[in-house]
C-alpha cells in the first residue's frame, strides 16, 4: 500500500485498528506487516499472510463476507491509500530452508525477472543452490518464493537480523 501524501502515520494507526478487529473476530489468518529501511519507496506498508492453499483461500473469502471485514478496513484504513499493490507467490520449501523458529527483524528480498524460456533452468539451478548451501551447513535461513500473478518473478528471502556486520 502506498498512503497519500502526509497520510503515512494514519494509514498505520489504522492498519492496528483494523487488525484488532479482525481478532476480535478471530479470523483464521495471521498478518504480518512490512515497512522497507531502504530504497526508494519508504512509505510503502507491506502486509503479508502466508502459509495457507487454495481452499484455505476459500474459506477466507466466505469469512471476509460473513464478517464484512472489508466495511472495517474502508473505514479505518482504505482512505489513507494512494494505491495497492497484489501479488501472490508459492514458497518453494523443498529448497528453502526456513522454519517457525526463525526470529528476524529485517528480511533482505532479492527479486529476479526470469527471462522467457529460462524457467526450468533456475529451477535447476535454485536446487545445485540450494543443496550447497543445506550440505556445506550455511548458517542463514533463506526462502525461495516463485510468483504466480503478474510477471515470472523468483524472489530469495533472508533474515539479516541474524547476519553479524
Do not use: C
Not at 502526509?6 to 494507526?13: A, F, H, I, Y
Not at 478471530?26 to 512490512?34: D, G, L, M, N
Amino acid at each position: 500500500m502506498t498512503p497519500k501524501d502526509g497520510k503515512s502515520e494514519d494509514l498505520q494507526d489504522g492498519i492496528k485498528k483494523h487488525n484488532k478487529y479482525r481478532e476480535m473476530l478471530e479470523e483464521p489468518r495471521k498478518w504480518q506487516f512490512f515497512s522497507p529501511v531502504l530504497g526508494n519507496q519508504l512509505d510503502k506498508l507491506a502486509v503479508r499472510s502466508f502459509g495457507f492453499s487454495w481452499a484455505d483461500m476459500d474459506a477466507f473469502l466466505k469469512w471476509s463476507s460473513k464478517n464484512d471485514s472489508l466495511k472495517d478496513f474502508n473505514k479505518n484504513v482504505d482512505k489513507y491509500v494512494s494505491s495497492y499493490e497484489h501479488y501472490m507467490s508459492v514458497i518453494d520449501t523443498k529448497n528453502s530452508h526456513w522454519g517457525p523458529e526463525v526470529k528476524y527483524r529485517y528480511v533482505g528480498v532479492t527479486s529476479y525477472m526470469v527471462k522467457s524460456g529460462h524457467r526450468a533452468a533456475i529451477k535447476q539451478d535454485k536446487k545445485i543452490l540450494s543443496d550447497a548451501a543445506k550440505e556445506k551447513s550455511w548458517p542463514f535461513n533463506w526462502i525461495w518464493s516463485d510468483s504466480v500473478s503478474g510477471g515470472d518473478i523468483l524472489q530469495l528471502a533472508v533474515p539479516l537480523s541474524l547476519i553479524k556486520i
